[in-house]
């Protein structure tokens, strides 16, 4: 028996578009609320989000009877930590902060067993194999593995083709907030010459026949990505959407009719 199949990464060799959203509040009940909404893949965030080892692999766990894929994106491109991220059963991994050739071909590495990387050789104790259950996954597990590489700096756009060129990568992800930043557009990720870099930026990622993604809240922008040409485009996050719901749920409530007596909603409580 092989390991399981990455649907993701064959949804983007296919070049079939997969939606998804960004997941920051560290909880297992939020990622089974989320999955069960049917995005194509919820990112697990660990760079931003106070997210550990335990945290993810419980996430994971909610998120496995769906058929949404999940991301995991670490703090940093460590070996160590990706090894461990892998071993619970992430199968795609973001890389965040990737500016080098060298930087791309570690991380390849890193997500692969020998002799063609450096992964090490433990999944009998880990949740990837079933805790070794799955008889043939060390000889089937690189196959299933999606590397995704985050490009959001000036260095990063500098020396994009040779990342996405990179052997082993299936995907760049590039970050239009630090992208912007980098840029002296701090906050101001729609700014023209950001949105011009984050143009060219897609196209040359295709151009190598790599998978193009991108995260952004707004709908029009991320239908524009979509046109061109990006395959795996993230829609909003948890918070954000949380955020904005119970703003906007107490700010119509004290506005209609300033709380004058309304017609009650039937039946429903919560």
Known sequence: MPAPKNTFKAALMERRTQI???????????????????????????????????????????????????????????????????????????????????????????????????????????????????????????????LLLQVESKAGLANLDAIAATDGVDGV???????????????????????????????RIQSFGKAAGILTADQALARRYIELGATFVGIGSDVGLLTQATSRLLTDFLQIGGGSAQEPSKGQVY
Not at 26 to 49: K, Q, R, V
Not at 174 to 203: C, H, N, R, S, W
């Open 20 to 146: 998804g959203l960004w997941a920051a509040l560290t909880s297992p009940i939020n990622a089974e609320i989320c999955a069960g909404a049917g995005y194509d893949w919820i990112l697990l965030d660990a760079e931003h989000a106070p997210n550990d080892i335990p945290m993810l692999f419980t996430q994971l766990q909610a998120l496995a009877p769906y058929p949404t894929h999940p991301i995991v994106r670490p703090p940093i491109g460590e070996t160590w930590l990706i090894k461990q991220i892998l071993d619970i059963g992430a199968q795609t991994i973001l890389v965040p902060m990737v500016e080098t050739r060298e930087q791309a071909e570690a991380m390849v590495r890193a997500v692969r067993y020998p002799p063609h990387g450096v992964r090490g050789v433990g999944a009998s104790l880990a949740r990837a194999s079933a805790f070794n259950r799955i008889p043939d996954y060390l000889q089937t597990a690189n196959d299933e593995i999606c």
């Open 173 to 203: 992800f590039i970050g239009p907030a630090d992208l912007a930043a980098d840029m002296g557009f701090l906050g101001k990720p729609g700014a023209e010459e950001v949105q011009k870099a984050v143009t060219y930026a897609l196209a």
